[in-house]
C-alpha cells in the first residue's frame, strides 16, 4: 500500500446546516477528486468518502466506482482537520 493521498484543496458542494450536514469536494495533489460527506455534530465526523470518476482511481486504476478511496478517509479527514479547510471551504 504505498499510495498516500495529499489534500490540495477543499470545497464545500453542499450542505443542510440545520442538521450540521456537509458535502465537499476534495481535490488531491494527483488530480483525484473525492466526494466527501461530514456530519459536524457533535464535531467534524467524516461519514462516507466517494471518488469522483473524471480520472481513473490513483489505487487501482479502474475508472469506474471503487471502494480503495475508503481505506485512505481517515488520513484524508485528518489532512482537512490539520489543514483547517473547514474554515476555508465554509468562508468560500
Ligand atoms: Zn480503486
Known amino acids: 500500500m504505498s499510495y ?4 490540495t484543496n477543499v ?4 450542505s ?5 450536514l ?3 469536494i ?4 494527483d488530480g483525484t477528486e473525492c466526494r466527501v ?3 459536524r455534530e457533535p464535531e467534524w465526523q467524516l461519514t462516507n468518502i466517494s471518488r469522483l470518476q473524471k480520472t481513473p ?3 487501482c486504476r479502474k475508472d469506474f466506482i471503487c471502494k480503495c478511496m475508503d481505506q485512505f478517509s481517515g488520513d484524508i479527514a485528518s489532512q482537512i482537520e490539520a489543514g483547517q479547510w473547514f474554515d476555508k ?3 468560500q
Not at 11 to 14: E, R
Open 4 to 7: 498516500r493521498p495529499n489534500v
Open 11 to 14: 470545497t464545500k458542494a453542499g
Open 16 to 20: 443542510n446546516e440545520k442538521d450540521g
Open 22 to 24: 456537509y458535502e465537499f
Open 26 to 29: 476534495v481535490k488531491l495533489a
Open 37 to 39: 460527506f461530514y456530519n
Open 57 to 59: 482511481c490513483p489505487v
Open 89 to 91: 471551504a465554509l468562508a
